[in-house]
């Protein structure tokens, strides 16, 4: 099949993350087995885990999720611990749990969520190859008041990056949600433990659409694999943020 180029990469992502399955064959891809075999080896050195047994093909980590073995460290001294799940409920659920009994800055990341959700408890769609995480934090003098602007900053940080990296376009819709073309691709959730007139802890969600392909009908969404035609690194996009 010749040289192994960024085209021939994307098309294997691309059929990956359409057809939604962990298990597919060799004869999927309009490849041969040795260079899928090259491909997976490439794809594995940049956080995937993809396996050929035979004519099948094994999908343990899917391409664009977020993976800590290049990720530079440095960048989180704030956070105390940074937890990472495959899958989890809600990222926020469990940071307002932990935020009860923990002393410290945590980050938590999920690959994806069962249970995501965002204001008013509405679901949150959240299958691999998104970025979900929240911020729990303890060490953070702020008031009541000023909870309403954390979530205004972290808006504009999401519009500020997308703009950045991949010169997308978007608005947001008041309070939490950053569209293009009025599609969501992100949102937030702000929550906070609060005692008198000070928050004990809080906790700052965001679930961003990065190399989704598929919504269901229902869903009025985009991502910036939609809107740039190609997958994002969500290491390089997490950091950014």
Not at 75 to 84: A, Q
Not at 191 to 202: I, M, Q, R
Not at 204 to 223: A, P
Request: glycine share 8%; hydrophobic share 40%; charged share 25%.
């Amino acid at each position: 099949m010749g040289k192994l180029t960024s085209s021939k990469i994307e098309t294997i992502i691309r059929i990956i993350e359409e057809m939604g399955s962990g298990v597919l064959k060799v004869s999927d891809f309009p490849f041969s087995r040795e260079f899928l075999k090259k491909a997976f080896f490439r794809l594995n050195n940049q956080g995937c885990w993809i396996e050929i047994k035979k004519d099948v093909v094994l999908i343990h980590r899917l391409p664009g999720v977020i993976s800590f073995r290049n990720m530079d460290m440095e960048n989180f001294e704030y956070f105390n611990k940074i937890l990472l799940f495959n899958e989890i409920k809600s990222t926020n659920t469990l940071a307002m749990e932990l935020g009860k009994k923990a002393s410290h800055n945590i980050v938590i990341l999920a690959e994806s969520q069962s249970s995501g959700r965002g204001r008013r408890g509405n679901k949150w769609f959240s299958p691999p190859g998104g970025l979900w995480f929240s911020l729990l934090l303890k060490k953070f003098n702020i008031g009541l008041e000023e909870l309403y602007s954390l979530n205004i900053i972290t808006v504009n940080s999401i519009i500020r990056v997308l703009d950045s990296l991949f010169d997308l376009q978007c608005s947001c819709k008041w309070p939490n949600d950053v569209l293009i073309g009025g599609k969501k691709i992100a949102g937030t959730l702000v929550e906070a433990e609060v005692s008198g007139e000070e928050p004990l802890f809080t906790v700052i969600g965001v679930g961003l659409n990065s190399n989704i392909r598929k919504f269901y009908h229902d869903l009025n969404g985009t991502s910036i694999a939609l809107e740039t035609k190609k997958s994002c690194d969500n290491n390089q996009l997490f950091e950014a943020l």
